[in-house]
């Protein structure tokens, strides 16, 4: 079984630029996840999307935005980047019943942003 | 309120010696509490878990107890290899039926042979 893929692996933008990332979840996940992890703060959560519904939220500006499609894959978007969006962006997929929590998260090996 | 503290690293030990990372929480209720490993260059992958109050965890010879009465989930390991440096994360769900997760500020474990 496929893991969690993510891309690009690395990407280089300048201030004021955009970003989008993508997150293709392990077949049959229907939860995607999205953390920042940064050596100051360490994981943060962005947000997570449930059958294309975004089911929660982290404390990010709304320059941090993202969306699922039918097949569950997801993207972000990270608009008018700043020097401090420079970042590795971690998305998750669960298997959610849509009740309940089943426990475990399956990171993808993540995005390495730096914004110039 | 809610948050997960986790020892400060980085720990640097040598092969065969033996590991424990502390780990504390607070939280309404008894969360489902994780730990998770992430060698470099990679995402994390789940360690273990323990899904209610005095369970252990256990996986790769790591072990974990849910102690709800010192909200403790320290991580141990008998006998560490080299193979096992990398960062660690302890980690609770925000609130039960989510996958909004808190996770530690993270140990760096550095093994020498």
């Known amino acids: 079984k496929a893991g969690v893929t993510q891309t690009p692996r690395y990407l280089i933008k300048t201030r004021g630029q955009q970003v989008t990332l993508s997150c293709s979840p392990i077949?049959?996940?229907?939860?995607v996840s999205w953390y920042q992890q940064t050596p100051g703060q360490g994981l943060q959560f962005l947000f997570e999307y449930f059958s294309e519904t975004q089911r929660n939220k982290g404390n990010f500006p709304g320059r941090f935005s993202g969306r699922q499609f039918s097949n569950s894959r997801s993207e972000m978007n990270v608009s008018t980047l700043e020097l401090g969006d420079s970042a590795l962006y971690l998305c998750?997929?669960?298997?959610?019943?849509?009740?309940?929590?089943?426990?475990?998260?399956?990171f993808g090996e993540g995005s390495r942003l730096t914004v110039l | 309120g809610n948050s997960v503290t986790q020892m400060e690293g980085p720990v640097t030990l040598s092969e065969e010696a033996f590991l424990t990372i502390n780990c504390t929480y607070t939280?309404?209720?008894?969360?489902?509490l994780f730990w998770y490993v992430q060698y470099p260059g990679e995402g994390l992958q789940l360690l273990l878990k323990a899904t209610k109050a005095d369970d252990k965890g256990s996986n790769k010879g790591f072990e974990a107890t849910y102690r709800k009465e010192t909200t403790s989930f320290h991580l141990e390991k008998g006998s560490v290899q080299v193979s096992d440096s990398a960062v660690y994360f302890c980690a609770r769900p925000y609130t039960s039926g989510t996958y909004k997760y808190i996770f530690g500020t993270g140990t760096r474990l550095k093994v020498l042979a």
């Open positions: 077949s049959g996940h229907r939860s």
């Open positions: 939280a309404t209720g008894y969360p489902s």
């Open positions: 998750a997929s669960s298997q959610s019943t849509g009740t309940g929590n089943t426990g475990e998260l399956f």
